[in-house]
């Protein structure tokens, strides 16, 4: 059975760069999309950007400007970098596998507060 | 992008009622919606993808229906165990992808 477990800082200082990594288990990350998602405290979900195993990318226009997501299938990780954090980038930002578009699993998501 | 409303935002049901939700798109998405439950702390879980088909280990007590713009998603006998917030999500416009404002379901 497939696992997602996301792993970085839970605390990231105004205006710098938020990274985080989605280690999967259980399967590979070949052959599939992965995604980022977030939610804000008490708020509803935010799709952030996706990357396939090759490397193809699609991000929200919203956060375009600040988003970059990567792959690393050595190590069966995908990495999501948020630059210029602030306060309103305070979430939950959970990974999830997609399929057909569809986010079939899903790891239990990490806190990421900005501090000023 | 494509809005997605929800309603209601919230409802409160007794045990073994018939519960209904609804998602709206701002445009016609064909049968491009998936819906999700988030319990209180945990990530959300799919439960229903492409507008009507049951995730598999799902409950078949849920169900979805319709297309192009107006969807439902239906609880045949709301269990204790189903409270929680339920989402839509649109995959027909990939930039961006996005999910209806949530359904909190609470029981009576």
């Known amino acids: 059975q497939i696992q997602l477990q996301e792993s970085g800082p839970g605390l990231v200082k105004s205006s710098e760069t938020l990274s985080l990594t989605c280690t999967v288990s259980?399967?590979?990350?070949?052959?599939?999309?992965w995604t980022w998602i977030r939610q804000p405290p008490g708020k509803g979900l935010e799709w952030i950007g996706y990357?396939?195993?090759?490397?193809?990318?699609n991000f929200n226009p919203s956060l375009e400007s600040r988003v970059t997501i990567s792959v690393d299938t050595s190590k069966n990780q995908f990495s999501l970098n948020l630059s210029s954090v602030t306060a309103a980038d305070t979430a939950l930002y959970y990974c999830?596998?997609?399929?057909?578009?569809?986010?079939?699993?899903w790891g239990q998501g990490t806190l990421v507060t900005v501090s000023s | 992008d494509v809005q997605m409303t929800q309603s209601p935002s919230s409802l409160s049901a007794s045990v073994g009622d018939r519960v209904t939700i609804t998602c709206q798109a701002s445009?016609?998405?064909?049968?491009?919606l998936n819906w999700y439950q988030q319990k209180p702390g945990k990530a959300p879980k799919l439960l229903i993808y492409?507008?009507?088909n049951l995730e598999a280990g799902v409950p078949s007590r849920f169900s979805g229906s319709g297309s192009g713009t107006d969807f439902s998603f239906t609880i045949s006998s709301l269990q204790p165990e189903d409270i929680a917030t339920y989402y839509c999500?649109?995959?027909?416009?990939?930039?961006?992808?996005?999910f209806g404002g949530g359904t909190r379901v609470e029981i009576k």
């Open positions: 999500q649109q995959y027909d416009n990939l930039r961006p992808l996005t």
């Open positions: 492409d507008a009507s």
């Open positions: 445009d016609d998405i064909s049968n491009h």
């Open positions: 999830a596998r997609v399929v057909r578009f569809r986010f079939d699993r």
């Open positions: 990357i396939y195993y090759s490397g193809r990318t």
């Open positions: 259980g399967g590979s990350i070949s052959g599939y999309y």
